[in-house]
Each structure stands twice: as structure tokens, then as C-alpha cells.
């Protein structure tokens, strides 16, 4: 069961990647192109804040199976030696903390994006919630990273 979480949460992070560049086509495009906020802004941000949400509930279940990665690092290493390894510090501390605080972004852009003033005004919010969102997505996700077992 672990196995199939993990390639879960690895192949979603293809369709995450995919409602980002659509969400921040619709934000940036809204926003230079003084276009009104409505239907399609609004999907964007739901699909990006639901497959980030899935991607985290995953995630979640991932970091604390009690026979996965996580859960064996710390068996292993303990708190201090996985600090001091890289690799290890990565999967215990640093992807799950940025992530976490991405995917918050992610929402909160949604939700002031919606309580903006101006169609401008929630474009510009979505655009840069979103935009950070994304930049630590990106550089969070473990592209080469060795597994530190």
C-alpha cells in the first residue's frame, strides 16, 4: 500500500504541475489583460487549490506511514542525524514544511483573490499567491534527489 501511495504522490505532481501553468496563464493573462474576474478565473483556482489539497493528503499519508521513508529515517537517524544529512534533511524537514506552506499560499490567493475589490485587484492577488505558490513547489519537489535509506 505504501508503494502505490508513493507513486501517487509522485505521478500527481504532473497534474499539479499542469494547474499551475493553466492557473497562472488565466492570472497573468487576466491580470495584463485587463480582463473581468469571473468563470474561468474561478476554475482555475479551484482546480489548482483541489489537485494541490489531494497532492497533500497524499503527501500527508506518505510522511507518516509508519514503515515508509519518513518514519524509517527517523527509526534510523533520529531527529539530529537527519539534520545533518542532506538528503535526509530534505525528506523530514524541508519538502514537507515548503510544501505545506505553498499549498497555503495557493488557498489564500483563492480566497483573497475573491474579497478584492477590483477585477484587476483579484487577478493581481491570484497572480502573485499563486506565483510564489509555484516557485516553491518547484523548487520543493525532489527531481534528483537520493533516497537517504
Not at 497534474?15 to 489583460?33: D, K, P, Q
Not at 521513508?69 to 523530514?92: E, K, Q
Amino acid at each position: 500500500m505504501y508503494g502505490i501511495l508513493v507513486g501517487l504522490h509522485s505521478g500527481i505532481r504532473w497534474l499539479v504541475i499542469v494547474a499551475a501553468v493553466y492557473a497562472l496563464y488565466v492570472a497573468f493573462s487576466g491580470w495584463f489583460g485587463k480582463k473581468a474576474y469571473g468563470a474561468e478565473a474561478r476554475r482555475a483556482g479551484a482546480i489548482y487549490g483541489g489537485i494541490t489539497g489531494i497532492q497533500l493528503i497524499i503527501g500527508l499519508l506518505v510522511y507518516f506511514w509508519p514503515s515508509g521513508l519518513v518514519m524509517s529515517v527517523l527509526g534510523s537517524l533520529g531527529m539530529g542525524g537527519a539534520m545533518r544529512n542532506p538528503d535526509a534533511r530534505f525528506y523530514v524537514v524541508e519538502h514537507i514544511f515548503a510544501m505545506v506552506v505553498a499549498i497555503a499560499l495557493i488557498h489564500i490567493g483563492i480566497a483573497v483573490a475573491k474579497r478584492a475589490k477590483t477585477d484587476g485587484g483579484k487577478y493581481m492577488r491570484a497572480s502573485i499567491f499563486w506565483g510564489i505558490g509555484t516557485l516553491l513547489i518547484l523548487a520543493s519537489i525532489p527531481w534528483e534527489r537520493a533516497l537517504p535509506v
